[in-house]
């Protein structure tokens, strides 16, 4: 079992950047892919962004792609997501999430996640 949690939210002018850390414990952090998610009110959550166990590989959504970049620091067991250039789009609960698999192959594999951090862009 992996815990999870997020920090970094917050509220932001439209063209800001936040950059959210989730730091994970309770399993092997470098073995697994992970990734974040988003939830906006009213709407389902979404896939926006993932990493291999080594983060070599990374995928976006292609709603934040060149906008976002997501790394990791496997001696520190932490996942960041840096983002830039915010809309008001944007605005959500951040999720932080552990895959069951060592590479990314779709939103599907995560079973753990953290209770989520709100990130508010205004116009």
């Known amino acids: 079992q992996v815990q999870l949690v997020e920090s970094g939210g917050g509220l932001v002018q439209a063209g800001g950047s936040l950059r959210l850390s989730c730091t994970a414990s309770g399993r092997t952090f470098g073995n697994y892919a992970m990734g974040w998610f988003r939830q906006a009110p009213g709407k389902e959550r979404e896939f926006v962004a993932a990493?291999?166990?080594?983060?070599?590989?990374?995928y976006y959504a292609d709603s934040v792609k060149g906008r976002f970049t997501i790394s990791r620091d496997n001696a520190k067991n932490t996942v960041d997501l840096q983002m830039n250039s915010l809309k008001p789009e944007d605005t959500a609960v951040y999720y932080c999430?552990?895959?069951?698999?060592?590479?990314?192959?779709?939103?599907?594999?995560?079973?753990?996640w953290g209770q989520g951090t709100q990130v508010t862009v205004s116009s």
């Open positions: 990493l291999n166990w080594s983060g070599r590989n990374t």
């Open positions: 999430a552990a895959s069951s698999r060592n590479s990314y192959l779709g939103p599907g594999d995560f079973g753990s």
